[in-house]
Structure formats: C-alpha cells, structure tokens
C-alpha cells in the first residue's frame, strides 16, 4: 500500500520519502480540515494521451496546483513554455514529446522532468531554455 502512495505521489509530481513526511507536516499544520485537503488535491490537471499543436505559441502555467503532462504529444511551430509559479508544479511524464519543431524533449517509460517554485522550461527556434 506504501509503494502504491509513493507511486500515485511520483505520477502527481510530488515528493516522496522524506521529502513527503515534511510537506504533509507542514501541510497539517496550516490547513486543519478534510474540506481543505480535498481542495488541495482537486487542484491536478492531467493531460494524458493527447495530441497538441498549435501553428504559434503554447504556454502552461501551474499558478497554485499541478499540471501532469504523461504519454501525449505537444507541439508548437514557433514556441512553447511550461512554468510554475511558487505555488505550483508541473511534471512532464513518461512517453512525452514537448517542444517545438526544432527544439524539443522526449522522454521514455520512466522518465520525467518536475518544476516548481517559479521553474520554467522555454522551447523556441534557438533551444532550449531551463530557469527558475
């Protein structure tokens, strides 16, 4: 049952082990209620299985959630940015290709890349961009 949580947690985006035990200590200690908790956790958006293309620009932004992008396609001609702010993660998952049509990641089963805390990933005619 552990290793299934610690599996669902990693699929989210979120820390796991030691990093897990202090966020749910601090998460219980400013947020008292079952009602807040579930409204934290209903704050993930999944895209799973898609095909995204736009002839321009895409641009996703995590303000105060999670934004999981696993098994899809996402494409933009000219560029595409992933970021986080402070307050929200993004995870671009297992069997994803992202970026443009000259600069982009593509990751295989198993792999994935996490931001937050204003992480950003720029993908334009030039590269690729990391920052935070």
Known sequence: MIEDLQNYL?????PTGKALVSELTQYLQTRRSLNDFNQEFSNILSIHNASIFSEKIIEFLSTNGYLVITNSYVEATKKLSISAQKTGTFKIGENTRIGTNSSYMQGGSGTSIIGRG???????????????
Do not use: R
Not at 10 to 14: A, F, P, R, S
Not at 118 to 132: R, Y
């Open 10 to 14: 990693i699929n989210l985006g979120l």
């Open 118 to 132: 204003n992480a950003k990933i720029d993908f334009h005619d030039g590269g690729i961009t990391f920052s935070v």
